[in-house]
């Protein structure tokens, strides 16, 4: 599951990738609240949004934007307190969280770090088969976080990015650890994912 965290505005993706670089759109939306709304709720609200996708979907991964510090200080706090009542909604639930930043995000979805919003919008459209552009930019920037992860964390064979992903505070994450033979942490879907990896590297 992908998240673009904001507090008025934050966008969730659920996607299934596949090892030939290409995926599904499962569910998308964007959680929207109001500033006139009192603060406590509208982080209660995002975080409520986020355990009942959790809940529903169950996840392999939670992969989100990394938070950047911005001169506009008021939004990059409200962007940090949604992001925290997200991950702390998947950590409760045994969940794996990985941050990207948006660079990386945009260099794994159209091998431009520097690439304009439309032509991320695009690569979604074409990667997930999507009948038309997604929008808004929230849900755009959700799908594309989930595709960036995915491909990072080894899904795309071809396109192995594992040694490179991190969490935030630079641990390795569960397919790292699996990249070099401990098994342990993953779940059922990503230890089927590796198999699959494995049997098509010997044809």
Known sequence: MGVDPGLTRC????????PNRSGSSLHVEVKGTSSAEDLAMRILEIQRAAETLLDRFAPDVLAIERVFSSSN?????ATAQASGVVIAAAA??????????PS??????????????????????????????PKPVDATDAYAVAI??????????????????????????????????????????????????????QR
């Open 104 to 133: 990386e995000v945009k260099a794994a979805v159209t091998d431009d770090g520097r690439a304009e919003k439309g032509a991320v919008a695009r690569m979604v459209q074409r990667i997930l088969g999507l009948p038309g552009l």
């Open 11 to 18: 966008g969730f993706a659920v996607v299934e990738m596949q």
């Open 148 to 201: 960036c992860h995915g491909w990072r964390s080894g899904v795309g064979a071809k396109y192995n990015m594992t040694a490179t992903t991190q969490t935030h505070q630079g641990s390795r994450t569960a397919l790292q650890k699996a990249a070099k033979g401990d098994t342990g942490g993953l779940t059922a879907a990503q230890r089927a994912w590796k198999e699959a990896e494995r049997r098509a590297a």
């Open 73 to 77: 200080a008021p939004t990059a706090i």
């Open 92 to 101: 409760a639930r045994g969940i794996p969280v990985a941050w990207h930043t």
